[in-house]
């Protein structure tokens, strides 16, 4: 009989376990250049968080087709793939929490809005692959954050219901993701975010994952708040 686990933790990618948002920026402003587009950091900063074929259709004036897209997705994300295999930007902690889980026992997933390689990536660099077996991403669900399906999926890949999961999330729409999804938040506030922003974790907000240990979890998982 397979044994359910306690709780489990589902880590967003971007701002949580890589210090990605200069990367994805300069890339983001880098592609809009060559195709006649305009990035400022604070269009950027609205949509970060978010799938990129989203912010295309929600915000660009005139957007271009499906096919478009999805090839100018493509060419920012192999830029970023290469700009963070040259200097892989970690999060201060991460690594160390990953490995603190696992000898834990607690089950790990990825919850991330971002593409199925850039996520490779990153857990390649963090040392995760044998250790983080549930991965969900963007090109995973229909609809990305603040919509529940990727939480809901990545609860349900480590067979456990989402109110047994605690998820750290570094953007207001992936907390409403973790809310919507019944889970756990605890706020992380990475480069570009504020303390205010993410007022809507309300199981705490911590400014990096230095001091997340898994005690501090399973309480928050248990008790609804941090000691």
Same mark, same amino acid.
């Given at each position: 009989?397979?044994?359910?686990?306690?709780?489990?933790?589902?880590?967003?990618?971007?701002?949580?376990?890589?210090?990605?948002?200069?990367?994805? +920026?300069?890339?983001?402003?880098?592609?809009? @250049?060559?195709?006649?587009?305009?990035?400022?950091?604070?269009?950027?900063?609205?949509?970060?968080?978010?799938?990129?074929?989203?912010?295309? @259709?929600?915000?660009?004036?005139?957007? *271009?087709?499906?096919?478009?897209? %999805?090839?100018?997705?493509?060419?920012?994300?192999?830029?970023?793939?290469?700009?963070?295999?040259?200097?892989?930007?970690?999060?201060?902690?991460?690594?160390?929490?990953?490995?603190?889980? %696992?000898?834990?026992?607690?089950?790990?997933?990825?919850?991330?809005?971002?593409?199925?390689?850039?996520?490779?990536?990153?857990?390649?660099?963090?040392?995760?692959?044998? +250790?983080?077996?549930?991965?969900?991403?963007?090109?995973?669900?229909?609809?990305?954050?603040?919509? *529940?399906?990727?939480?809901?999926?990545?609860?349900?890949?480590?067979?456990?219901?989402?109110?047994?999961?605690?998820?750290?999330?570094?953007?207001?729409?992936?907390?409403?993701? %973790? +809310?919507?999804?019944?889970?756990?938040?605890?706020?992380?506030?990475?480069?570009?975010?504020?303390?205010?922003?993410?007022?809507?974790?309300?199981?705490?907000?911590?400014?990096?994952?230095?001091?997340?240990?898994?005690?501090? +979890?399973?309480?928050?998982?248990?008790?609804?708040?941090?000691?």
């Amino acid at each position: 009989m397979s044994v359910v686990a306690e709780f489990g933790v589902i880590f967003d990618m971007d701002g949580v376990l890589i210090d990605s948002y200069m990367a994805h +920026l300069r890339t983001w402003q880098d592609c809009c @250049r060559r195709h006649g587009r305009e990035c400022t950091a604070e269009q950027f900063l609205a949509g970060f968080g978010r799938t990129s074929r989203e912010v295309i @259709r929600d915000t660009w004036e005139n957007p *271009p087709d499906d096919e478009a897209i %999805a090839a100018f997705d493509e060419e920012k994300e192999q830029m970023y793939r290469d700009l963070i295999a040259v200097d892989f930007p970690h999060m201060p902690g991460a690594a160390d929490l990953i490995r603190a889980l %696992a000898a834990a026992g607690i089950p790990m997933a990825i919850g991330s809005s971002g593409p199925p390689k850039n996520v490779a990536v990153a857990i390649e660099q963090l040392g995760a692959r044998e +250790l983080i077996r549930t991965v969900i991403t963007g090109a995973d669900v229909v609809r990305g954050k603040p919509h *529940p399906d990727v939480f809901l999926k990545a609860s349900a890949g480590m067979g456990l219901a989402s109110e047994r999961c605690i998820v750290l999330e570094d953007a207001p729409v992936g907390i409403e993701a %973790a +809310l919507a999804a019944g889970s756990k938040c605890l706020g992380i506030v990475s480069r570009g975010r504020t303390w205010d922003q993410l007022h809507r974790a309300n199981h705490r907000v911590m400014d990096n994952l230095t001091p997340v240990s898994v005690e501090l +979890l399973r309480h928050i998982v248990n008790h609804g708040v941090g000691p």
